[in-house]
């Protein structure tokens, strides 16, 4: 299996930062890794897809890059409501895997 | 709008089975692969299984396969998941999702999910 690591695993940061989130694969995927976003006890909610695609009605604060192991999500700007657990999410295998999560608080 | 809701989830003993559904509205179901990802308590999501838009392709996570299966039904715009053997480490939030491809690419709608809670 193909497996996904976030870093760090938690971040703390103020309203008006720009932040920065690793993923890593175990082996090449070339761009098929997507961006999940989720608030507590809600349902994930898909921000990035193909690395560096933004979904429709994602704000532009929002982006990706990468490609093979290496990827990042950067958030420009932190607005309030972005304080939420970020998984990075793999579908170039069957088995699809998610990273271990990182959890974004307020400083 | 376009919607999944899940049902079917409570609490059952270890190695007994449970079925969940989910209810496809606002799309055309019979395109899409549909996907099963869940959440332990305080932890992170895991992806289960997926199907293709026809059911010919499936696809399960490893700490599942031989136990659980994964079905649609297109004439009732559904998905299901049959869950046997069940383990107390199969206590979860279980959400299914939907796929922006005909097979997986990546889930670009989620329903709310169902809790299943595996105890004695």
């Known amino acids: 299996d193909i497996q996904m690591t976030q870093s760090p695993s938690s971040l703390s940061a103020s309203v008006g930062d720009r932040v920065t989130i690793t993923c890593r694969a175990s082996?090449?995927?070339?761009?098929?890794l997507n961006w999940y976003q989720q608030k507590p006890g809600k349902a994930p909610k898909l921000l990035i897809y193909?690395?560096?695609s933004l979904q429709s009605g994602v704000p532009s604060r929002f982006s990706g890059s990468g490609s093979g192991t290496d990827f990042t999500l950067t958030i420009n700007s932190l607005q309030p409501e972005d304080f939420a657990t970020y998984y990075c999410q793999q579908s170039y295998s069957t088995l699809q895997t998610f990273g271990q999560g990182t959890k974004l608080e307020i400083k | 709008q376009v919607q999944l809701v899940e049902s079917g989830g409570g609490v059952v003993q270890p190695g007994r089975s449970l079925r969940l559904s989910c209810a496809a509205s606002?799309?055309?179901?019979?395109?899409?692969?549909m996907h099963w990802v869940r959440q332990a308590p305080g932890k992170g999501l895991e992806w289960v299984a997926v199907i293709s838009y026809d059911g010919s392709n499936k696809y399960y996570a490893d700490s599942v396969k031989g136990r659980f299966t994964i079905s649609r039904d297109n004439s009732k715009d559904t998905v299901y998941l049959q869950m046997n053997s069940l383990r107390i480490e199969d206590t979860a939030v279980y959400y299914c999702a939907k796929d922006y491809s005909s097979s997986w690419y990546y889930m670009d709608v989620w329903g709310k999910g169902t809790t299943v809670t595996v105890s004695s």
């Open positions: 193909a690395a560096s």
């Open positions: 606002g799309f055309t179901f019979r395109g899409c692969g």
């Open positions: 082996q090449t995927i070339t761009n098929f």
